[in-house]
């Protein structure tokens, strides 16, 4: 199993990135997927989660009405959309799938891609 998470960068406040989240190892259809942050010096936090469908998808409060999250199963990609983006959202994000199915909330999350440094300048 393999997770690759990509597209970070340096932006401004108030700009986009899109990160991407390229899978390999194992059926991306059968699982959610997470993606998670962590910031210098914090705790690393949950930010969006989709379920394997893509029906259904969560999202911490610090991030709703910004982040949009989605996937391509067929291409194996899941993707965050980040708009009007925050210093507060300065953090390397990481993208993460569990050993077993189930609702995006309820799985523990054992399989971790490098993460993808982003950076938002005040």
């Known amino acids: 199993v393999q997770l690759q998470a990509s597209g970070g960068g340096l932006v401004q406040t108030g700009g986009s990135l899109r990160l991407s989240c390229a899978t390999s190892g194992f059926i991306l259809d059968w699982y959610p997927i997470a993606w998670f942050r962590q910031a210098p010096g914090k705790e690393r936090e949950g930010v969006s989660c989709?379920?394997?469908?893509?029906?259904?998808?969560h999202f911490a409060d610090s991030v709703k009405g910004r982040f949009t999250v989605s996937r391509d199963n067929a291409k194996n990609m899941v993707y965050l959309q980040m708009d009007n983006l925050k210093p507060d959202d300065t953090a390397v994000y990481y993208c993460?799938?569990?050993?077993?199915?189930?609702?995006?909330?309820?799985?523990?999350?054992?399989?971790w891609g490098q993460g993808t440094l982003v950076t938002v300048s005040s």
């Open positions: 989709i379920s394997s469908a893509g029906g259904t998808t």
């Open positions: 993460a799938a569990p050993k077993i199915q189930g609702g995006c909330l309820y799985v523990g999350y054992e399989y």
